[in-house]
C-alpha cells in the first residue's frame, strides 16, 4: 500500500487546533468583553471577520460580550443634519439634540448592523443600550478644560455625555445562557431620566469588571502598546504603565485607553488586551496562539 504524506496546510490546520487547546479548556465558560469600534467597523471584510470571531468564541463555550463604538457614524450623521460638533478632551460636547441623534445611530444602525453580521456568521445575536433592563446607570460628566489665556481651569458643561455608575448585569447574564450574544450600544440612563451617551470604551471597561470578565478587549487602530524604539510591548501591569506614562511612552490617545484598561483590570477582570483590528481574526490570534497580538495588560505582568 503506497502512503501519502499529508498535506502541509492541512499539518498546519492540525497544529494550530493543538495549540489552541490548553486555551479553549482554559476559557470554557468565562466571560469576554470585546470594544468593537475603528475603522474595522467600515471594512465589509473585517466585519465578517470580526462576526466569525465572536460567533466562534461562542461555539467553544466562551460567553462573549460585544460593546460598540461609532464616533465618525455619529459625526457623519450630524453633518449630513447641519449639526455642529465640538470637542473637549475627546469628548464630543452633547446638547438634546446631539444625544438623540447619538442614540439613534448607536442604538439603531450601528448595534443592528452588528447583531444582523453575527446572524450571517450562524450566530444568535440581541441588540441592547445600557437603558435596556437597566443595565448602566450613568451620571453627567464635568471637565475641567485649560485656559491658556486665563491660565486657569474653566468648567466645561458636555451636556448629554454621561459616564456608568453602576451595571446590573442579569440582561447579559440571562441572554449569554440562552446561548445569544449581546450587542451593545453605548448608552446609559441617568438617576435624573434623561439619555446620556457615554464612551463606549468606558463602557466596555465597566461591563467588563461587573461581569468579572476573564478577558476585555479593546479592539483599535493601533497594534498595541508600542515602546520608544516602536516595537510593541506585549505584557504590562499598573506598576509598568506608571512608567511608561511618567518617562512619555504612553501618550496622547493610548493615555485613556490604557487608563481604561488598568481600571478594569484593578475592578476584577483577569487581563485586558489593547488589539489592532484591522488585523484579520485578531482576537484569534490573541486568545489561542502562545505568541498573541496585542498588549495585555494584568495586575501583574503575565509571559505569553
Not at 151 to 168: K, N, Q, S, T, Y
Amino acid at each position: 500500500m503506497t502512503s501519502h504524506a499529508p498535506d502541509p496546510a492541512l499539518l498546519a490546520k492540525a497544529e494550530t487546533l493543538t495549540e489552541a487547546l490548553p486555551y479553549l479548556q482554559r476559557y470554557a465558560g468565562q466571560t469576554f468583553v470585546v470594544k468593537y469600534g475603528g475603522h474595522a467597523m467600515g471594512d465589509p471584510e473585517l466585519q465578517r471577520d470580526f462576526a466569525e470571531d465572536v460567533v466562534l468564541l461562542k461555539a467553544v463555550g466562551i460567553n462573549p460580550v460585544v460593546v460598540h463604538g461609532g464616533g465618525p457614524q455619529i459625526g457623519a450623521m450630524l453633518k449630513r443634519l447641519g449639526v455642529e460638533s465640538r470637542f473637549v478632551n475627546g469628548l464630543r460636547v452633547t446638547d438634546k439634540e446631539t444625544a438623540q441623534i447619538a442614540e439613534m445611530v448607536l442604538a439603531g444602525s450601528i448595534n443592528k448592523d452588528i447583531v444582523g453580521w453575527i446572524g450571517q456568521a450562524g450566530g444568535r445575536a440581541v441588540g441592547i443600550s445600557g437603558k435596556d433592563a437597566g443595565l448602566v446607570l450613568a451620571e453627567k460628566v464635568g471637565r475641567m478644560d485649560p485656559d491658556p489665556l486665563q491660565g486657569i481651569e474653566r468648567h466645561v458643561d458636555l451636556g448629554f455625555v454621561g459616564e456608568p455608575i453602576a451595571v446590573d448585569r442579569r440582561i447579559l447574564d440571562t441572554l449569554s445562557t440562552a446561548g445569544i450574544i449581546p450587542v451593545v450600544a453605548p448608552v446609559g440612563i441617568g438617576a435624573d431620566g434623561h439619555t446620556y451617551n457615554i464612551n463606549a470604551d468606558t463602557m466596555a471597561g465597566a461591563i467588563a469588571a461587573a461581569m468579572g470578565a476573564s478577558r476585555f478587549f479593546l479592539l483599535t487602530d493601533v497594534a498595541g502598546v508600542l515602546d520608544k524604539h516602536g516595537s510593541l510591548l506585549t505584557a504590562l501591569d499598573p506598576v509598568a504603565v506608571a512608567k511608561l506614562r511618567a518617562d512619555g511612552t504612553i501618550t496622547g490617545g493610548m493615555i485613556p485607553k490604557i487608563e481604561t484598561c488598568v481600571a478594569a483590570v484593578q475592578s476584577g477582570v483577569d487581563a485586558a488586551v489593547i488589539l489592532d483590528g484591522r488585523i484579520p481574526h485578531a482576537m484569534l490570534l490573541e486568545i489561542f496562539t502562545r505568541a498573541g497580538a496585542g498588549t495585555l495588560v494584568s495586575a501583574k505582568a503575565q509571559a505569553r
